[in-house]
């Protein structure tokens, strides 16, 4: 039986569902937070700031299990999982569980390495550990979408495909992995299926009830040749269910 399970990053989109299916299966959660939060969650709310190292000791305290979900999207990731390890040791965390993004070893983006630099010192840190590689959440997704919409024309990147997973597949292959052994490098999870960029742009567009004019975007460098690659693949491993049109649906309600 798994004892107390530290979650940071616990109300961002992929935490919030970690905590949530946490609870659910009766875990004791600690949600780690920079500001304070109200209980009646079934949530142990601390509060501290991985990248300044602020309460991380006080939050650490009796915990058997670390699921670090945090990001700032920043290069301040490598310091804060620097911060995370290193109490983790202190308090004799038995089991360190990161979350991290397929291809980022094949695909040279800056915040890719920012990840693989992270994934080293978790590799090195002396803990038990699990490190789980998925694809890019629909949410993400739907945000680029968001921002470019608002363009006269929607840029589509030329030749590039995605394999947008449901951020709560996600979360449920964290919780399991939570709740085992430090298992390395755990099986990767990618969405059900591998759709081009121009694609998953016109299902955007159809639910959006929008009109845009697409146009290609030639990625140059080396960035977009790993992604014309399919560096940021897993078409081995596309176990989830969930497509990007229901998440258009949930999202737009079928307009």
């Given at each position: 039986?798994?004892?107390?399970?530290?979650?940071?990053?616990?109300?961002?989109?992929?935490g919030?569902?970690?905590?949530?299916?946490?609870?659910a299966r009766g875990?004791?959660?600690?949600g780690?937070?920079?500001?304070v939060r109200?209980?009646?969650?079934?949530?142990?709310?601390?509060?501290?700031?991985?990248?300044?190292?602020a309460?991380?000791?006080?939050?650490?305290?009796?915990?058997?299990?670390?699921?670090?979900?945090?990001t700032?999207?920043?290069?301040?990731?490598?310091a804060?999982?620097?911060?995370?390890?290193?109490?983790a040791?202190?308090?004799g965390v038995?089991?360190l569980?990161y979350?991290s993004?397929?291809?980022?070893?094949?695909?040279?983006?800056?915040y890719?390495?920012?990840?693989l630099?992270?994934?080293?010192?978790?590799?090195?840190?002396?803990l038990?550990?699990?490190?789980?590689?998925?694809?890019?959440?629909?949410?993400?997704?739907?945000k680029?979408?968001?921002?470019s919409?608002?363009?006269?024309?929607?840029?589509v990147?030329?030749?590039?495909?995605?394999?947008?997973?449901?951020?709560?597949?996600?979360?449920?292959?964290?919780?399991?992995?939570?709740?085992?052994?430090?298992?390395?490098f755990?099986?990767e999870?990618?969405?059900?299926?591998v759709r081009?960029?121009?694609e998953?742009a016109e299902?955007y567009?159809?639910?959006a009830?929008?009109?845009?004019?697409?146009l290609?975007l030639?990625?140059p460098?080396?960035?977009?040749?790993?992604?014309?690659?399919?560096?940021?693949?897993?078409?081995d491993?596309?176990?989830?269910r969930?497509?990007?049109e229901?998440?258009?649906?949930?999202r737009?309600g079928?307009r």
């Open positions: 039986m798994v004892g107390t399970v530290l979650v940071t990053g616990a109300t961002g989109t992929l919030r569902e970690v905590v949530r299916l946490l609870v875990v004791a959660v600690r780690l937070s920079r500001r109200d209980g009646g969650d079934g949530v142990e709310w601390a509060v501290g700031d991985l990248v300044g190292g309460g991380v000791a006080e939050a650490m305290a009796g915990v058997d299990v670390v699921v670090d979900c945090a700032t999207q920043k290069k301040a990731d490598v804060g999982v620097r911060t995370l390890v290193a109490r040791r202190e308090a038995r089991h569980v979350v993004i397929v291809g980022i070893d094949r695909v040279p983006f800056g890719y390495a920012t990840k630099a992270c994934e080293r010192v978790v590799r090195e840190s002396g038990g550990w699990t490190v789980l590689r998925a694809t890019q959440f629909h949410d993400l997704v739907l680029v979408f968001d921002a919409v608002k363009l006269p024309v929607l840029p990147l030329s030749g590039v495909a995605c394999q947008p997973v449901d951020v709560r597949e996600v979360a449920a292959a964290v919780a399991d992995l939570a709740g085992e052994e430090p298992a390395g755990a099986t999870v990618g969405g059900p299926q081009s960029y121009r998953l299902a567009l159809r639910a009830g929008r009109r845009r004019l697409l290609p030639p990625l460098g080396s960035t977009g040749r790993g992604l014309r690659a399919g560096g940021n693949l897993t078409p491993r596309a176990v989830g969930g497509t990007f229901e998440a258009l649906e949930r737009f079928g």
